[in-house]
């Protein structure tokens, strides 16, 4: 009988193994895995380079960077942070890099090297790998757990549930006693069918701020912070609507809202630094008694790009 199978052979489930096992070293550990490989997903993460960490050291400041859970997020990196999972790799022999926008990678810039140093670790810890495993059902004892597979059993004392975003999973722990919270889409860009749109494909613009036009009593009900619901960022038009680093935080920030309305809302988009309108117009107006021929397409205000101040200026004139 195993101690603690370890069902899931993706990051998580490796890092816990590894974890126990260097705890615990008496321990009888084995990770179960349904496909023929594991840690596929960490293979092709960061482009196959795999982003395993940041260079973000305060938990406090960490924490703004995840759209929910953030209180719970906090006392879980106060114990294990990005300082230690540099650590972590390093006593592994994987040393870290540090990229100018704080993004972490191996210095081989190959996830293989992530993969193989937790392969590596599971030989050193006798920590069995057993592929091609798909767990059916989960039968609780009195003292341990059955884990039936497709034709064989196996008994352990302990089960550590590590299927990622596995449906079958999350249905089978409620049968156990725990409650889960719905998940919803996260991290999508927005399809938004409009003329002015279609004609900017492939133009980008940097600090946009994109806020979620929504009622202050929805906010309040769904509990959401509202200054949450205005981001920043650069801004990419595409052939079916928008997206980039702006539309995705924001479609973080606002999941449960967006599903909340079935993802038919309004937003604002202001490309001009934050500017009011009173503002803007001045700014237009001063250019135009500065240079009364000059269009505005040639000019470079707000540095916007010539392509998308000349569409703006052919749609309002339809
Ligand atoms: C393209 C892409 C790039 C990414 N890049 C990065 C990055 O650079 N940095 C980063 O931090 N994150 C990145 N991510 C996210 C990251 O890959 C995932 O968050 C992480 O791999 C999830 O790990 P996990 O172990 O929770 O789940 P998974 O990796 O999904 O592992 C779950 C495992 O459970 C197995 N399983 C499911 N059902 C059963 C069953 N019934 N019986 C037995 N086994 C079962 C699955 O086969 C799978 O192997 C990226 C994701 C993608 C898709």
Known sequence: MLDI??????????????NIKIKHPHL??????????VLGKVRISGGGRCNVTHACFSPKDLITFYPRGKKELLAIFNQF???????????KGVELKTESDGRMFPVTDSSETIVNCFLNECEKHQIKIQINYPVQSIEKGEHSFIIHGENEQIEAKQIVIATGSSNYFWQLLKTFGHTLVAPVPSLFTFNIQHPLIQQLQGVAIP????????????????????????QKGSLLFTHWGL???????????????????????DIALNFCDEAKEETVLNVLNAQR??????????????????????????????
């Open 289 to 318: 008694k500065l240079n009364p021929k000059k269009q505005v397409s040639t000019t470079s205000i707000y540095n916007l790009p010539s392509r998308f101040l000349e569409s703006t200026r052919s749609n309002d004139s339809n």
């Open 28 to 37: 009888k550990v084995a990770i179960l895995e349904k496909t023929k490989t």
């Open 207 to 230: 600090n946009v701020s994109v806020k979620l036009q929504v009622e202050k009593t929805l906010i309040k009900k769904l509990g959401l912070n509202a200054a949450d619901l205005e």
């Open 243 to 265: 997206s980039g680093p702006a539309i995705l935080k924001l479609s973080a920030v606002g999941a449960r809202l967006l599903n909340h309305q079935n993802y038919e809302f």
């Open 5 to 18: 199978a370890v069902i899931g052979g993706g990051a998580a489930g490796f890092f816990a193994a590894i």
């Open 81 to 91: 942070a990005p300082s230690e999972t540099i650590q972590w790799f390093k006593e």
